[in-house]
């Protein structure tokens, strides 16, 4: 049977293969995991079979720990059980994780990877909570993108019953639980093979019963410890083998393999990355747009970093390898250096490779991004005399002087794919209406396609970027678009706060909301917005999506108005095609809503297109109405600058100015500079 092409993120993937896996699902949502617990306990309450064809129970318990102890128990008893945590909620995991380990029983834990609170608080994703946890002795599968994600979710399950080591299955938090992707799931049929039930059958004899009474959990002495903690080492010497042999199985089925480390690269690569993780696909970009000047580079993906495979990783890496750059997503103040890094070091000891110099650095701490421009100057720093050692990249670091300069305007985005950014206010209905728009796309026109939304952690009310790609070829850009073919500003008062267009290429499209018609709203634009869309040539659109709504009874509600002008000009499918697409997402959407809410939405799609103005652009800025700039971003990267109304008052506090002011306007990334701030 073939697999299902389905476009959906990482967290809804996962949860699909857990919830068939499983009898027991205890949950206490986190954020970025909290989608995968409600999905599971919505299909509980659906009565959606797992599957052997039982509902599994889904408890939600006061605390992570609590959801931990659940698993625990239930596991005890003979269910095949899981949950899904991410950050604090994970570590207050660890106490049962030990037991779980050292009793040699067989789960899955789901995780969203995230920051760890310390300086401050983040619910984005890097590798501190898993790397808090390798100790615990659990086995540690790392998915790098949706597809990925949706694989190894089934083949941890399949895995844990062959080797009773349970599994930390983890993906990078928002980078990848929240991308929106089209993949192929893999089906009932697939599922069923991979799960062997007389390894469940086993799991289930284990079970505690009075019919058939065992000891556990007892309290030992040192007469005895040391010796029962050595008996469990034939499992772990026997781990990895039996997650090849799972990936092997699975790629039978899905002809999709993968290997405990995957090399991707040249054969004959004297540099090479280390890393795992979402930030592998921007690596391989940037490996193949290197490699087509000559040179010999490559990247070794660690899929299962617990158990580590020495005889694995060493068959894996290329002979002709010099110099090796470990890449650590996480942090581990006080330490020699970071976890990879240290593992990798203590891998070639072992494995006799002598010769090669190794180098260790971090990146994307909090969803900071990693881009092939920042692989490409880790490459160039393995290249130089004296390497640099314990780098960081992707951060201008002006306190330990410890970051690699890198060339932002270095690009591997592939001309075929179609780039195109929103910016929505939350709770505007922008980013779903965004989400059906892959959907449609990736499902209807039959395209490659991801979507990733950049949410500020303060939600509701804040400023959100929708980061659509779609085309024919295969998608491996985990990064956020910097040269867009279609740019929509979805709020008119975006347009002195930020700069809406700096993530125009030359020649794209400008989707404007505006309350001013085709022939007054030239006039009332900032006058450096006039001249990035002369300088740029860009096509520009207006519409009054406010106006279409209100006319229709959706009050503010701009998204399905916005979405309809999107498809209308992109073409990305036949207007009437796409027409019809979007009113059979609004009933899908919509339905529980009433009849009322559905036709209101399709009235509107309907009302849209003859409100859907394109604006001439004269060859000149002009003066517009009510603007007084004062602070300046400078040009980069070719574009003109690009002048603000201030962020904060110039009386402002120092750290205000400099820095509060920068993150006001989105620049908190440093990438950029506000002059005088």
Same mark, same amino acid.
């Given at each position: 049977?073939?697999?299902?092409?389905?476009?959906?993120?990482?967290?809804?993937?996962?949860?699909?293969?857990?919830?068939?896996?499983?009898?027991?699902?205890?949950?206490?949502?986190?954020?970025?995991?909290?989608?995968?617990?409600?999905?599971?306990?919505?299909?509980?309450?659906?009565?959606?079979?797992?599957?052997?064809?039982?509902?599994?129970?889904?408890?939600?318990?006061?605390?992570?720990?609590?959801?931990?102890?659940?698993?625990?128990?239930?596991?005890?008893?003979?269910?095949?059980?899981?949950?899904?945590?991410?950050?604090?909620?994970?570590?207050?995991?660890?106490?049962?994780?030990?037991?779980?380990?050292?009793?040699?029983?067989?789960?899955?834990?789901?995780?969203?990877?995230?920051?760890?609170?310390?300086?401050?608080?983040?619910?984005?994703?890097?590798?501190?909570?898993?790397?808090?946890?390798?100790?615990?002795?659990?086995?540690?599968?790392?998915?790098?993108?949706?597809?990925?994600?949706?694989?190894?979710?089934?083949?941890?399950?399949?895995?844990?019953?062959?080797?009773?080591?349970?599994?930390?299955?983890?993906?990078?938090?928002?980078?990848?639980?929240?991308?929106?992707?089209?993949?192929?799931?893999?089906?009932?049929?697939?599922?069923?093979?991979?799960?062997?039930?007389?390894?469940?059958?086993?799991?289930?004899?284990?079970?505690?019963?009075?019919?058939?009474?065992?000891?556990?959990?007892?309290?030992?002495?040192?007469?005895?410890?040391?010796?029962?903690?050595?008996?469990?080492?034939?499992?772990?010497?026997?781990?990895?083998?039996?997650?090849?042999?799972?990936?092997?199985?699975?790629?039978?089925?899905?002809?999709?393999?993968?290997?405990?480390?995957?090399?991707?690269?040249?054969?004959?690569?004297?540099?090479?990355?280390?890393?795992?993780?979402?930030?592998?696909?921007?690596?391989?970009?940037?490996?193949?747009?290197?490699?087509?000047?000559?040179?010999?580079?490559?990247?070794?993906?660690?899929?299962?970093?617990?158990?580590?495979?020495?005889?694995?990783?060493?068959?894996?890496?290329?002979?002709?390898?010099?110099?090796?750059?470990?890449?650590?997503?996480?942090?581990?103040?006080?330490?020699?250096?970071?976890?990879?890094?240290?593992?990798?070091?203590?891998?070639?000891?072992?494995?006799?490779?002598?010769?090669?110099?190794?180098?260790?650095?971090?990146?994307?701490?909090?969803?900071?991004?990693?881009?092939?421009?920042?692989?490409?100057?880790?490459?160039?720093?393995?290249?130089?005399?004296?390497?640099?050692?314990?780098?960081?990249?992707?951060?201008?670091?002006?306190?330990?002087?410890?970051?690699?300069?890198?060339?932002?305007? %270095?690009?591997?985005? #592939?001309?075929?794919? @179609?780039? !195109?950014?929103?910016?929505?206010? &939350?709770?505007?209905? /922008? $980013?779903?209406?965004?989400?059906?728009?892959?959907?449609?796309?990736?499902?209807?026109?039959?395209?490659?396609?991801?979507?990733?939304?950049?949410?500020?952690?303060?939600?509701?009310?804040?400023?959100?970027?929708?980061?659509?790609?779609?085309?024919?070829?295969?998608?491996?850009?985990?990064?956020?678009?910097?040269?867009?073919?279609?740019?929509?500003?979805?709020?008119?008062?975006?347009?002195?706060?930020?700069?809406?267009?700096?993530?125009?290429?030359?020649?794209?499209?400008?989707?404007?909301?505006?309350?001013?018609?085709?022939?007054?709203?030239?006039?009332?634009?900032?006058?450096?917005?006039?001249?990035?869309?002369?300088?740029?040539?860009?096509? %520009?659109?207006?519409? #009054?999506?406010?106006? @279409?709504? !209100?006319?229709?009874?959706?009050? &503010?509600?701009?998204? /399905? $108005?916005?979405?309809?002008?999107?498809?209308?000009?992109?073409?990305?499918?036949?207007?009437?095609?796409?027409?019809?697409?979007?009113?059979?997402?609004?009933?899908?959407?919509?339905?529980?809503?009433?009849?009322?809410?559905?036709?209101?939405?399709?009235?509107?799609?309907?009302?849209?297109?003859?409100?859907?103005?394109?604006?001439?652009?004269?060859?000149?800025?002009?003066?517009?109405?009510?603007?007084?700039?004062?602070?300046?971003?400078?040009?980069?990267?070719?574009?003109?600058?690009?002048?603000?109304?201030?962020?904060?008052?110039?009386?402002?506090?120092?750290?205000?100015?400099?820095?509060?002011?920068?993150?006001?306007?989105?620049?908190?990334?440093?990438?950029?500079?506000?002059?005088?701030?």
């Amino acid at each position: 049977m073939q697999n299902s092409h389905v476009t959906l993120d990482a967290n809804e993937a996962v949860a699909r293969t857990a919830y068939a896996c499983s009898e027991v699902i205890a949950i206490y949502p986190i954020t970025p995991s909290s989608s995968m617990g409600e999905l599971s306990d919505q299909w509980a309450s659906e009565k959606k079979p797992n599957l052997w064809g039982t509902i599994p129970k889904v408890v939600e318990m006061q605390s992570e720990a609590g959801a931990a102890g659940a698993v625990h128990g239930a596991l005890q008893g003979g269910a095949l059980c899981t949950t899904f945590t991410a950050s604090q909620g994970l570590l207050l995991m660890i106490p049962n994780m030990y037991k779980i380990a050292g009793e040699l029983t067989p789960t899955v834990f789901h995780i969203a990877a995230r920051s760890i609170a310390a300086q401050g608080l983040s619910i984005f994703g890097d590798h501190q909570d898993v790397m808090a946890c390798r100790q615990t002795g659990w086995a540690m599968l790392c998915s790098g993108s949706v597809q990925e994600a949706a694989d190894f979710a089934l083949i941890a399950h399949a895995a844990t019953l062959e080797a009773r080591i349970p599994f930390l299955h983890f993906f990078d938090g928002f980078r990848t639980s929240h991308e929106v992707a089209r993949i192929e799931l893999p089906t009932v049929e697939q599922t069923r093979a991979m799960i062997d039930d007389e390894r469940v059958h086993a799991h289930r004899t284990r079970a505690l019963s009075p019919d058939h009474p065992v000891i556990r959990g007892t309290a030992q002495n040192p007469d005895v410890y040391f010796q029962g903690r050595e008996t469990v080492n034939p499992y772990y010497f026997a781990c990895p083998h039996l997650v090849q042999q799972a990936f092997d199985r699975f790629g039978q089925l899905t002809n999709r393999t993968y290997r405990l480390f995957d090399y991707y690269g040249a054969p004959d690569a004297d540099r090479v990355i280390v890393m795992m993780g979402s930030a592998c696909g921007a690596t391989e970009e940037a490996i193949d747009a290197l490699r087509r000047t000559g040179q010999k580079i490559g990247l070794l993906k660690v899929r299962l970093y617990r158990p580590f495979d020495v005889s694995a990783f060493a068959a894996a890496l290329p002979t002709t390898v010099r110099r090796l750059a470990v890449l650590d997503r996480t942090k581990e103040p006080g330490s020699i250096a970071e976890p990879l890094y240290l593992d990798i070091l203590a891998a070639l000891h072992e494995s006799g490779r002598s010769g090669v110099t190794v180098v260790g650095g971090r990146y994307g701490l909090s969803s900071k991004e990693f881009t092939p421009a920042m692989a490409r100057a880790v490459f160039e720093n393995l290249s130089a005399a004296q390497p640099r050692h314990h780098f960081t990249i992707g951060i201008r670091d002006d306190v330990t002087h410890t970051s690699l300069d890198y060339d932002a305007g %270095f690009s591997t985005e #592939d001309p075929g794919t @179609v780039r !195109a950014v929103f910016f929505g206010l &939350g709770a505007d209905g /922008t $980013v779903g209406a965004n989400k059906n728009s892959i959907k449609i796309i990736g499902e209807e026109a039959g395209l490659n396609a991801q979507g990733y939304f950049v949410y500020d952690s303060k939600k509701s009310g804040s400023v959100t970027t929708s980061h659509l790609r779609f085309g024919p070829n295969p998608i491996r850009s985990t990064y956020l678009i910097t040269q867009a073919n279609f740019v929509a500003c979805h709020q008119f008062s975006f347009l002195d706060r930020f700069d809406m267009l700096h993530l125009a290429g030359p020649g794209a499209t400008f989707l404007l909301n505006s309350l001013y018609g085709p022939d007054e709203v030239w006039a009332r634009l900032p006058r450096p917005v006039q001249e990035s869309i002369i300088a740029k040539k860009l096509n %520009f659109y207006v519409i #009054d999506a406010l106006k @279409v709504a !209100a006319a229709h009874g959706m009050g &503010g509600r701009i998204n /399905t $108005v916005m979405q309809t002008c999107f498809f209308a000009i992109s073409q990305v499918l036949p207007r009437d095609e796409a027409i019809a697409q979007i009113k059979k997402s609004i009933e899908k959407t919509y339905a529980k809503r009433g009849r009322t809410v559905v036709e209101k939405n399709w009235a509107a799609v309907d009302g849209t297109l003859q409100n859907l103005h394109r604006v001439s652009v004269p060859a000149s800025a002009m003066t517009s109405d009510g603007l007084c700039p004062s602070v300046s971003i400078p040009a980069g990267n070719g574009e003109v600058p690009f002048s603000l109304r201030p962020p904060v008052p110039a009386d402002a506090p120092e750290f205000v100015r400099r820095v509060t002011s920068l993150m006001i306007v989105g620049q908190g990334n440093g990438k950029r500079c506000i002059s005088g701030a």
